[in-house]
């Protein structure tokens, strides 16, 4: 059984800081997605790794894939208040539709 | 294009009644899918489906039923509410090629309340 585990869980962060958030998964996968929400909000997609050593940035955030660790990293750059959101990664279990979610990363930025 | 859309966005519920959960997406997506989001929890899978016709069981499916006769709609059903089903429920959809999920765009919510 498929089990996806994030940290932190909670993260408070100083404006102009880097940091990074872990997604672990338990069983052999070809792809993993993150997604942002805000409070209050639904989720939006922000990434989607679609193999091994995959690389992808969008402004402060930068995805990464190791699936031979089974592991991803979500690492933010220079922190800026806009990124206070809860970050969740998902993983597909390869079993055609399956996709389990980690517990979520909540994330503040403080001036 | 309205992308996902899901009614009601609220709604209170006596134990053992039942209601219907409507999803619906006008991007032709085969794969659609329903999550409840628990405090502390992330999101689960209920039901989810790759395309009109074929649905299967998520990680917790007890409690609700699902069916897909169009590619637009997705409709879950509550069939005797408990107050375990207090939760926000989210519709999400997404193409699907050769069986692995793409960008998943998902639906506003609806929050429910069971009493």
């Known amino acids: 059984e498929l089990k996806v585990e994030q940290n932190p869980l909670f993260l408070s962060m100083q404006e102009g800081k880097n940091y990074t958030i872990y997604c672990n998964y338990s069983?052999?996968?070809?792809?993993l997605y993150w997604y942002r929400q805000d409070p209050g909000k639904s989720l939006e997609s922000l990434f989607v790794?679609?193999?091994?050593?995959a690389v992808k940035q969008e402004g402060r955030l930068m995805a990464s894939l190791d699936t031979k660790a089974r592991l991803s990293t979500l690492h933010i750059t220079a922190a800026v208040h806009d990124l206070s959101a809860t970050y969740f990664c998902?993983?597909?279990?390869?079993?055609?539709?399956?996709?389990?979610f980690g517990q979520g990363t909540e994330l503040s930025v403080k001036p | 294009n309205a992308g996902v859309t899901q009614t009601p966005k609220f709604q209170v519920l006596k134990t053992g009644q039942s209601m219907t959960l409507q999803c619906a997406q006008d991007?032709?997506?085969?794969?659609m899918s329903w999550y409840r989001q628990d405090p502390g929890m992330g999101l689960r899978l209920i039901h989810y489906?790759?395309?009109?016709?074929?649905?299967d069981q998520g990680e917790v499916p007890n409690g609700y039923n699902v069916s897909r006769s169009t590619t637009e709609d997705f409709p879950l059903r509550l069939l005797s509410a408990a107050p375990s089903q207090t939760s926000v429920y989210f519709c999400?959809?997404?193409?699907?090629?050769?069986?692995?999920?793409?960008?998943?765009?998902f639906g506003p919510g609806t929050r429910l309340l069971v009493l």
């Open positions: 999400a959809s997404s193409y699907s090629f050769t069986g692995l999920i793409e960008t998943q765009y």
């Open positions: 069983t052999t996968s070809d792809r």
């Open positions: 790794l679609l193999s091994n050593g």
């Open positions: 998902a993983v597909d279990d390869n079993q055609g539709g399956k996709l389990i």
């Open positions: 991007m032709n997506h085969e794969y």
């Open positions: 489906s790759v395309g009109a016709g074929i649905t």
